[in-house]
Structures are given as C-alpha cells and as structure tokens.
C-alpha cells in the first residue's frame, strides 16, 4: 500500500505533538482521566449489576460472580491481543509510521474475528467445560444459560477492546468516555427492566449484556470505515508479514498468558472458597467490587500511561516516559489512600445494598463481606495502585513477559498457596479469603516494585529502547 492512500487528520497531527512535547500532567490528565471515568461508570454499572442479581437471591450473585470470572478467562484472550497490540500501533504511530499503524490495526481486527470463531464454536459443550472448572452443581444449574450467553458477548467485546484501544492510541479517550457510558446507560436500563419488571433471572442480565455491546460494535464499525484514513480498517492493508504480525503477538502473547493466568486463578480461589460456603463466594466477588472502585481509577491510569510511554518511545523521548511513570505513581498512590479511607467509612451502609434481596435483609450475608472486604480493601486500595503505575511502566516499554511474572506471582505464589495453608493449619473462617487477597496484593506491590527498580536502572545505564528487544 503507498503512502499517499493514507491520511493523518489534524486532530491526530496536534495530538501526536502534545504527547511527545506537551506539559506532562496535562498530557496524563487529557488521556488517562476520562479512561479512568469511564472505568469507574463500568465498575459502578457491574456493581448495581450484581444488586439486580441479589435482587433474584444470594445464590444467583454467587453463581454471576463465580461464572464472571470463567468468562474473564476467555474474554483474557481478545483483551490482553488488544492491549499488547494496541502498544506496537501506538509505538509506529509516535514514530510518525502511519503506514504501519494502519496495517497493524487490519490485520489486529482480522485476527480478533478468527479467536471470536473459536469461542462460537466452542459454546456447545459449555456444561463439560464448567464441570472441569470445578463449578458447582448448583452454579451450573442457575447460569448455564447466563455462561453461555455471556460467551456470545464476550466474542463481540473482542473486537469492541480493538476498536477501545485504538481510539486510545490515538487520544480519543473523551471519545471512549462517551460511547462507553451510552452503552453502559443502555445496558443498565435493560437489566432493570428484565430483572423488575420482568421478573428474569440471570439469564436476562446476559441478554442485555449482548444487547448494549452490539451497540457499541455498531458505532465501532461506523469509525473504523474509512479506509483511507490512518485509524481506518482495509482489507488491502491486513498483512501476516513479520514485521507487522510479530512485534504485536511478541507483546501481546505474555499479556494473554496473564490474563488467562490470572483469571484461572481467581476461579481457582472460588473453587477453594467454596469450602466456607457458597455464600463466601458471592462476598469475595461483593468484596472485589466494593475494593475495586478505587482500584478500577488505577486501571484507567494504567491503560492511559502505557499508550502515553509507547508513544514517547516511538518518539525517542525516554525522558518523557519516565516522568510519565513517575506522575502516575503519584497520582495511583494518593487516590488509593483516599478512596480506601472513604470505602472503610461507608462499608456499613455499602454492603447494606448488596446483601438486601427480595426477602429482606441477609444479615449474614452482609457481615460475611464485611469482614472479607477489611482485609481485602486494606491490601488493595494503595498497593495496587502502586502496581498499576508499575505495569504501565513494563507495558509501555514493552516488558510484557515481566508482568506475566508478576500476575503469575500474584495468583500462583501469594494466593492460591497462602489459602491452601489458611485452609489446612489454621481454624479462620471465611476472613481468609480477605486475608488472601491481603497479602497477594501487598506482596504483589512489592514484587513490582523490587522488578521496576531493576528495570529503570538498566534502561538509564545502557540508554536503550527496551520495546525493541523486550525481555
């Protein structure tokens, strides 16, 4: 494909010279602040998802949070593709490459719709699946159909990550606020409606999760059309050659690996969690939530930070990627403090909300996630902040095969062994899962930490471009 069947907008043009020159905080504050809005609407939105659940009974939030994170395991493969994908097009595009970004994205988008084939294909022998995952009787019978549902807007969403992360390459991160909320908004209103109105069980929330994100593929497909633009898919630009293909799946594969990882590992621990009761399940993933609405503004920093470092590597500014991570950690810190004081100060009237079903207030129930989530919020709130900035540092730069090492570490080391021996020397009840997300999150942070320090001092003594030649 020439040069000149490509065009770069003006508005891309100003936004790629305010990333490579533009005051810092600015810059952060332009990307990663309406990211971490829009992850903060998501997380709210799964959060009075998971209300309407309760609404059903105690038993269906326990079987949606122990199914979700299945489903996270398969979603891990279109996700973590995108994420890793998305750095290389922001790495060509800060070098100024604008052919190979649009031959990036074509053929990204080409290999999202063969890995969405394969989960279709795979949707009928979901019950086997489920059984091997150790998922309990009762769980399969209450979502089986919610599972496979889920699956069929998991496959959308693959290809919806793609069009989120392109339009993050490229600063649209108002953008991605806008349409993201519009569909959360949708879905919402279709899952009060099912669930209050109608009277359905789980499986309706699932409906209306296909539903809303068929909307947003819509508008994907609309702003993806234009073949001669830079961010535009065509057919003609989709290349399997190596230097388009490869640095993609060399960043991205470590990526998918933790992400499959990490969420089979969480599935692990609701398996373990179980012994306690399956209503300890439904606290966990209660606990998770609640944790996680501070947690979830890190994200939006994290993923924003990374395109912010890919970009100013591309550009030769190692200078500008430092101190992009360097702000990023202040910011992550502080909010991570703040929020967990507030969560801690409200956790009564919080958790009031999740454990009152149609039969009344479950006072059982709502003590049991409050005593997972002191601990639990304790390990998560500033810690995971901490490792967070830290990620967008590895991400940026390309060390991807270090934060698999990390999220490895965080399920594998300082999770699943700590709650097997919780399990085994220790008479705690249901708090140890609390005390296992403590303690993965804290050690998890300090790993990071111990990893980022080594990192920065080789990067500074030998001045290279490590997304290069990522470890």
């Known amino acids: 494909m020439e040069m000149e069947s490509t065009t770069l907008s003006e508005k891309d043009r100003a936004f790629r010279e305010f990333a490579l020159n533009g005051n810092m905080w600015k810059v952060i504050l332009y990307v990663c602040l309406p990211l971490a809005v829009f992850q903060l609407v998501n997380h709210i939105f799964n959060i009075l998802d998971t209300m309407m659940a309760s609404h059903i009974s105690a038993e269906a939030v326990s079987a949606v949070a122990y199914l979700s994170q299945i489903q996270s395991m398969i979603s891990a493969l279109g996700t973590g593709l995108a994420m890793g994908s998305s750095l290389k097009i922001s790495e060509a595009f800060g070098a100024g490459d604008y052919t190979l970004v649009k031959k990036r994205l074509s053929t990204l988008i080409t290999l999202c719709f063969g890995i969405g084939l394969l989960v279709i294909l795979f949707m009928p022998f979901t019950p086997v699946f489920l059984r091997i995952t150790g998922t309990p009787e009762a769980f399969i019978t209450i979502g089986a159909r919610y599972f496979v549902i889920t699956l069929l807007a998991t496959v959308i969403s693959f290809f919806n990550n793609v069009y989120i992360a392109i339009e993050r390459a490229r600063g649209n991160s108002k953008r991605i606020m806008y349409l993201n909320t519009s569909v959360i908004l949708l879905k919402l209103a279709l899952t009060a409606i099912f669930i209050y109105g109608l009277h359905g069980d789980i499986t309706m929330i699932a409906i209306a999760t296909v539903?809303?994100?068929?909307?947003?593929?819509?508008?994907?497909?609309?702003?993806?059309?234009?073949?001669?633009?830079?961010?535009?898919?065509?057919?003609?630009?989709?290349?399997?050659?190596?230097?388009?293909?490869?640095?993609?799946?060399?960043?991205?594969?470590?990526?998918?690996?933790?992400?499959?990882?990490?969420?089979?590992?969480?599935?692990?621990?609701?398996?373990?969690?179980?012994?306690?009761?399956?209503?300890?399940?439904?606290?966990?993933?209660?606990?998770?939530?609640?944790?996680?609405?501070?947690?979830?503004?890190?994200?939006?920093?994290?993923?924003?930070?990374?395109?912010?470092?890919?970009?100013?590597?591309?550009?030769?500014?190692?200078?500008?990627?430092?101190?992009?991570?360097?702000?990023?950690?202040?910011?992550?810190?502080?909010?991570?403090?703040?929020?967990?004081?507030?969560?801690?100060?409200?956790?009564?009237?919080?958790?009031?909300?999740?454990?009152?079903?149609?039969?009344?207030?479950?006072?059982?129930?709502?003590?049991?996630?409050?005593?997972?989530?002191?601990?639990?919020?304790?390990?998560?709130?500033?810690?995971?902040?901490?490792?967070?900035?830290?990620?967008?540092?590895?991400?940026?730069?390309?060390?991807?095969?270090?934060?698999?090492?990390?999220?490895f570490s965080r399920v594998f080391i300082f999770r699943i062994p700590v709650l097997w021996a919780l399990q085994n020397f220790t008479t705690l009840g249901s708090e140890s899962v609390g005390i296992v997300m403590a303690v993965s999150n804290i050690g998890v942070a300090l790993l990071s930490s111990i990893i980022c320090f080594f990192v920065i001092r080789h990067i500074k003594k030998k001045q290279i471009i490590p997304s290069q030649h990522a470890a």
Request: charged share 10%; with cysteine.
């Open 211 to 407: 539903i809303s994100q068929f909307m947003l593929f819509l508008l994907a497909i609309k702003n993806l059309s234009n073949k001669k633009d830079v961010f535009g898919f065509d057919l003609k630009s989709i290349s399997f050659t190596q230097v388009v293909i490869s640095p993609m799946l060399h960043v991205s594969f470590p990526v998918i690996v933790e992400k499959v990882a990490f969420a089979m590992g969480k599935t692990v621990i609701n398996a373990m969690s179980k012994n306690y009761g399956q209503l300890t399940v439904g606290a966990l993933g209660i606990s998770n939530n609640i944790s996680g609405s501070v947690t979830t503004i890190h994200n939006g920093f994290q993923d924003g930070g990374a395109a912010i470092i890919s970009q100013n590597i591309g550009g030769n500014r190692l200078d500008r990627a430092f101190d992009a991570f360097r702000k990023i950690l202040i910011i992550n810190i502080l909010w991570g403090f703040i929020g967990w004081l507030l969560l801690v100060y409200f956790i009564q009237d919080i958790t009031y909300l999740f454990a009152n079903s149609s039969n009344g207030l479950d006072p059982v129930f709502q003590q049991t996630i409050i005593k997972v989530f002191m601990y639990d919020s304790f390990g998560s709130c500033v810690p995971l902040g901490i490792n967070s900035a830290v990620m967008s540092l590895l991400f940026g730069f390309g060390y991807t095969k270090l934060s698999l090492v990390i999220n």
